[in-house]
């Protein structure tokens, strides 16, 4: 990860998950933790590559992230988005733990 030297900058990720079966949320817990990183959570503007086809984290970064722009570059996905500050940020992160453990319709 790149950071920009100063707060309100761009941060610069590149997401990587290994090969092989991956758990389904492990991709978008991986955006989570990038995300919720101090350098990242200082930045007003967030450009990331992943590998094209990576659904998961893209939809992840959809949802933490506002304006988002994506385009292909080779055999990756490159997105350019503005991340929300301060308690914005926290409360998207609140919500998406909300949604990871609310159980299914009808369940305990």
């Keep these: 990860m ?3 030297e100063e707060p309100g900058g761009t ?3 590149s997401l990587r998950a290994e090969a092989g079966h991956i ?3 492990r991709r978008a817990s991986l955006v989570d933790a990038v995300l919720d990183l101090p350098q990242v959570r200082e930045s007003a503007r967030l450009e990331a590559a992943f590998p094209l086809g ?3 984290s893209l939809q992840r970064l959809r949802q933490r992230c506002q304006d988002v722009t994506t ?7 490159l997105l350019d988005a ?3 500050s301060g308690d914005a940020a926290g409360y998207a992160c609140l919500l998406t ?3 990871l453990v609310r159980p299914a319709a009808g369940g305990a």
Excluded: F, K, N
């Design 2 to 4: 790149i950071s920009s």
């Design 54 to 56: 990576d659904g998961e």
């Design 23 to 25: 758990t389904p949320g």
């Design 82 to 84: 503005s991340l929300p």
């Design 97 to 99: 733990t909300l949604r």
């Design 11 to 13: 941060a610069r990720v």
């Design 71 to 77: 385009r292909q570059a080779g055999s990756s996905a």
